[in-house]
Nanobody, 126 residues
Framework: QVQLVESGGGSVQAGGSLRLSCVAS????????MAWFRQAPGKEREGVAG???????SYVDAVKGRFTISKDNAKNTLYLQMNSLKPEDTAMYYC????????????????????WGQGTQVTVSL
């Protein structure tokens, strides 16, 4: 059983930075592919950034140049460095691992399942 636990969310003013972390425990083979998603109130969940087993990254256009996804395999930890934050970045942020649908494709399609964390809230004010 794999468990994902996010941390690092909080409240920040526009232009500020936050670093989210997601620690995977248990059978971590599923964490070859991982991604960050977010969901704002009244909006659909959207993919923010993803990373595959080769370390190739992908970002939604709204965060390109501001957010950076990375993974420390030795620590089984996924990160999301968020700079130049905007009020529209306000959302609950979730990490996911495994078989993850991603903008017309799928991360780790050979894996049978995905696992999601409980989320961490990010609030950006003017």
């Amino acid at each position: 059983q794999v468990q994902l636990v996010e941390s690092g969310g909080g409240s920040v003013q526009a232009g500020g930075s936050l670093r989210l972390s997601c620690v995977a425990s248990g059978d971590t083979t599923i964490s070859n592919c991982m991604a960050w998603f977010r969901q704002a109130p009244g909006k659909e969940r959207e993919g923010v950034a993803g990373i595959d087993s080769a370390g190739t990254t992908s970002y939604v256009d709204a965060v390109k140049g501001r957010f950076t996804i990375s993974k420390d395999n030795a620590k089984n930890t996924l990160y999301l460095q968020m700079n130049s934050l905007k009020p529209e970045d306000t959302a609950m942020y979730y990490c996911a691992a495994g078989h993850i649908p991603w903008y017309g494709g799928t991360y780790c399609p050979a894996l049978a399942r995905s696992v999601w964390g409980q989320g961490t809230q990010v609030t950006v004010s003017l």
